[in-house]
C-alpha cells in the first residue's frame, strides 16, 4: 500500500511511562476513505495513540504517519510545525472541549475565522449549514452551559468539520453521555462515515462499530492484537 492511499499509518510505536510500556510496538493501518474503529479495556493505551497521532505526544520508538506525514512532536519549536497537520486533521473529544464562553454559532465558526482566515459571512454561512447538518440549527446561539451532553458533543463535530478535515480523530465521544445523547451523536458521525469521511474512532459503542466502520482493531496492553472487518470481529 503506497504512503498516499493512508490516513493512518502506525508501525512500532513505543510508549514508555517509565518502566512501562504504555505503547508496546502498536502497529496499524487506515486507508483514505475508511471508518476504523479501535477498542480496548481502561488502560490499553488507546487515549495514548491517539495523542501520538495528533502530537500531542511524542513516541519513543517506531514510525508514525499520518495523511502521508510524518507527526512532529517533542521539541518546543515544533509547536509551529504541527500547525500544517492540525488543518488537516479534526479531534473530538470525551469532555467536548467547547469554548464556554462562544456560542454553538461562534465555537463552529472560530476555526475558519480564526485558523483559515475565512471571512465572517462565508464562515457563518458554513457554521449554520452545519449545525443544521447535526441537528442543532434552533441552537445556534446558545452557549455550550445551555446545551445538553449530547448537544455540545453535536457542536463539536461541527466545529471540527469546518474545517473540512481530512481525518477525523474521536476518543471515546459518547462514554460521558446518556444512552439518548450517544445515539444522537452515534446518528451524526453514522451519516458522516456514509459520506465517506475519514474517521479513527475510539469507542465501546459496539453497534456504531458494526454498522459504521470498515475495519475495527483491538488493543490490548499497547498491542494491537487484532484487525480486520467488524463482522469478522465481533
Ligand atoms: N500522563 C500520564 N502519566 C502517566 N501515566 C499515564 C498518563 N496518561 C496515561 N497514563 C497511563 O498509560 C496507560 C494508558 O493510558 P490511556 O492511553 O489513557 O489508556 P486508555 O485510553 O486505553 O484508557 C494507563 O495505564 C494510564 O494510567
Ligand atoms: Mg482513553
Known sequence: MSGAELAIDVRGLV??????????????????????????????????????????????EGELRV????????????????????????????QFHLFAHLSALDNVMSGPLWVRGESREAAREQALLLLERVGLAARAQARPRELSGGEQQRVAIARALAMRPELLLFDEPTSA??????????????????????????????????????????????????????????
Not at 187 to 199: I, Y
Request: a positive charge; glycine letters at 10%.
Open 15 to 60: 510508549k514508555r511511562r517509565g518502566e512501562r510500556r504504555v505503547l508496546d510496538r502498536a502497529s496499524l493501518q487506515v486507508r483514505r476513505g475508511e471508518v476504523a474503529v479501535l477498542i480496548g479495556a481502561s488502560g490499553s493505551g488507546k487515549s495514548t495513540l491517539l495523542r501520538c497521532l495528533n502530537g500531542l505526544e511524542c513516541a519513543d
Open 67 to 94: 495523511l502521508g506525514e510524518r507527526v512532529p512532536c517533542g521539541v518546543p519549536a515544533d509547536a509551529h510545525a504541527l500547525v500544517p497537520l492540525r488543518r488537516r486533521v479534526g479531534m473530538v473529544f470525551q
Open 177 to 234: 453521555l446518556d444512552p439518548k445523547s450517544s445515539a444522537d451523536v452515534l446518528a451524526v458521525m453514522e451519516e458522516l462515515a456514509r459520506d465517506g469521511q475519514t474517521m479513527f474512532v475510539v469507542t465501546h459503542a459496539m453497534e456504531f462499530a458494526r454498522r459504521a466502520a470498515t475495519t475495527l482493531h483491538v488493543l490490548e496492553q499497547g498491542r494491537v492484537v487484532a484487525s480486520g472487518a467488524p463482522a469478522t470481529l465481533l
